[in-house]
């Protein structure tokens, strides 16, 4: 008796692991993923980080990737086209790009197929934010005397609010940069400076509100242009009109990112070009 017991004890037992729910970590904790992709899970509390639990290392995510500036008469030119549809970019090319978190959320970023300004079907990164808690990041403290351009078009603008938030001069902290701004929020066009949990705005032109409805409305695709240089100086343009030119005694170095408030965005066509020394 005691024995069919024991057996039927064994047998609840195995039916009751086959039904309980499992478990499965994140790829990166907080990004959701529509399509599966192969990513170790995180490592226990015994394991080293970023050692996955089957012996394969998990990709080390940072604030700055540490990425080097391109030679002097070449650029760095990403369309995204080689990466998987669903691949969450920072994990999938992590010597190239970094992930700035300034929250516990934190949004999609996902490379998607696309349509081409002509029609073609291409692939673009799509970047869905919530209340601003992250940035898609490249380069490397020490960068300086640099231009990044793509393009980028607006899905949805949300809010009131919403706005696209670029860090230029991104430190390996992620706490300190000049921040360019550009949507509803801002009312057109804002400079921040920031360090830590402190802001000053620098520049503000509510002149510009139609260019940034432009941008965040009309669903088309819109050119971006940030050259950074080693005196302090920034330039922006957007659809080849400048709408920054600022020099700063304190920012002068560091890497760029890119994130949404209340904005799904596309980004296509990614540019990194090393800028010749300022004359004085």
């Avoid at 990513?39 to 990709?59: E, I, K």
């Avoid at 920072?90 to 002509?118: H, M, N, S």
Wanted: net charge neutral.
């Amino acid at each position: 008796m005691r024995k069919k017991k024991g057996l039927w004890l064994l047998a609840a037992g195995v039916l009751l692991a086959a039904c309980a729910p499992r478990i499965t970590a994140e790829p990166l904790p907080g990004v959701r993923v529509d399509v599966p992709i192969q990513v170790p899970p995180p490592g226990g509390p015994s394991q080293p980080p970023g050692q996955a639990q089957s012996g394969v290392t998990a990709p080390v995510i940072k604030v700055l990737p540490g990425n080097p500036l391109p030679p002097a008469g070449s650029a760095y030119v990403d369309d995204f086209s080689s990466y998987p549809t669903g691949a969450v970019l920072p994990v999938v090319a992590p010597d190239r790009y970094g992930l700035l978190r300034t929250g516990e959320g934190w949004q999609k970023i996902t490379v998607e197929e696309a349509f081409a300004p002509d029609g073609r079907l291409d692939k673009a990164v799509r970047t869905e934010g919530g209340y601003g808690e992250g940035f898609l990041t490249t380069g490397a403290e020490d960068w300086t005397d640099y231009r990044v351009s793509f393009r980028l078009k607006t899905l949805e603008a949300c809010c009131t609010g919403s706005h696209i938030r670029a860090r230029l001069f991104l430190d390996g902290s992620g706490s300190r940069a000049l921040e360019f701004q550009i949507g509803f929020g801002p009312e057109g066009v804002k400079l921040v400076k920031l360090t830590g949990r402190q802001s000053f705005t620098l520049l503000h032109r509510r002149e510009l509100e139609n260019t940034a409805r432009a941008v965040m409305r009309d669903g088309n695709w819109h050119d971006f242009v940030f050259e950074l240089r080693s005196e302090g100086t920034v330039r922006v343009f957007v659809d080849g009109t400048e709408v920054v030119n600022w020099k700063d005694p304190d920012y002068n170095r560091g890497g760029f990112g890119i994130g949404p408030v209340g904005v799904t965005f596309q980004l296509d066509n990614l540019k990194v070009e090393r800028l010749g020394t300022p004359t004085p």
